[in-house]
């Protein structure tokens, strides 16, 4: 069976295993289980129609006698390109916007109060040009579905023509509320952003919604515990992890990471990446010894939802297009919060000493030899 082929390790689980054994695997493996969200049927027949998957669970947290639940609905968009990645550009980007459309009417459909997308998500891997047209579309769903719309697009600024790699984040009223720009670009493999985008200077930014106080940690950012660190820092109760990256890149990594950056921070965490394999003309190579190629691999969805305590979502399809929809109650974080207290056991200031002395020229390693 092909990397392509395999649908999910859940699924996998659930056949293979011994119906007395599986729910125990699962709670060592996902944590507490999310309970299934009902979906409405409207819901679930467009998803079908429109031929993708669509899945919702619910994060649970304790009744408390002084605050009411703090519920709120996320969705999670992944998807391949429709186009090929030699299609005239408008074309391409246009049945992007369709596809992403009415997978986003669905979401209208399930209650949806804030939807992500993939990183980049209007265009191929190697198309990168500014979206204006892509921020607008973004502002027209987030006003006519009431719905807080984090963006990720290709940013290019001002008298320089500088690129970035930003998500935009766009308030339920329509309103540009900010951006997030990518604070650490990759130089592994096949992606290469460093020939083309700046490192992010937006610092750890929250932005203050309706439904919650959300961040966006860009792809390559969720391999650094101290980029997760700093959105907690700021506020951030659910942060956004749009990606894209390949199986055989960092798959293994991929249910660690977010799902880690949960449990240290007292926050949710959101992974999202998108799915298919993008074919291009033109051969490359990345000067890593790889013979030259024409697709960066297969990029693997399974897109999920992490809580503060340590549970997971069940993820989406390795293969398909897909929605998550997640119900979280926000009061979790502070549940777990004072029950595990890392923040408030965290040796922030003695970190931030030591690290200040380890990145001055002259730094000693404490290291004690015999
Ligand atoms: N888009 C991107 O940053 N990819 C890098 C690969 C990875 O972080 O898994």
Known sequence: MSACEFESLEESLESHLPEAELSEVKRILFGKETQKLDLPSCAVSAASERDFELKGFRFEAAQEQLRPPRRVRVGLIQNRIVLPTDAPIL??????????????????????????FQETWSESTNLYVCRSATLCFAAVLAKKYNMVVVSPILEREGLHSTLWNTAVVISNSGH?????????????????????????????????????????????????????????????????????????????MWSIEARNAAIAHHCFTCAINRV???HFKSEFTSGDGKK????????????????????????????????????????????????????????????????TKSVRPGFKPNIVKE
């Not at 074309?91 to 209650?111: F, K, L, P, T």
């Not at 952003?193 to 610092?203: K, L």
């Not at 390795?318 to 777990?336: A, K, P, S, W, Y």
Request: charged content about 20%; glycine content about 10%.
């Open 91 to 116: 074309d391409q980007i246009n049945a992007m916007h369709s596809r992403v459309g009415e997978m986003v009417e669905v979401a209208a459909m399930c209650g949806v109060n804030i939807v992500c």
């Open 176 to 252: 540009v509320l900010g951006k997030s720009r990518k604070n650490h670009i990759p130089r592994i493999g096949d992606f290469n952003e460093s020939t083309y985008y700046m490192e992010g200077d937006t610092g750890h930014t929250v932005f203050q919604t309706q439904f919650g106080n959300i961040a966006v940690n860009i792809c390559y950012g969720r391999h650094h515990p101290l980029n997760w660190l700093m959105y907690s820092m700021n506020g951030a109760e659910i942060i956004f992890n749009p990606s894209a990256t390949v199986g055989a890149l960092s798959e293994p």
């Open 292 to 355: 030259a190629h024409h697709d960066f691999g297969h990029f693997y969805g399974s897109s999920y939802a992490a809580a503060p305590d340590g549970s997971r979502s069940p993820g989406l399809s390795r293969t398909r297009d897909g929605l998550l929809v997640v119900e979280m109650d926000l009061n979790l974080n502070r549940q777990i919060s004072d029950k595990w207290s890392f923040k408030m056991t965290g040796r922030y200031s003695e970190y931030a000493e030591e690290l």
């Open 276 to 278: 298919g394999t993008e």
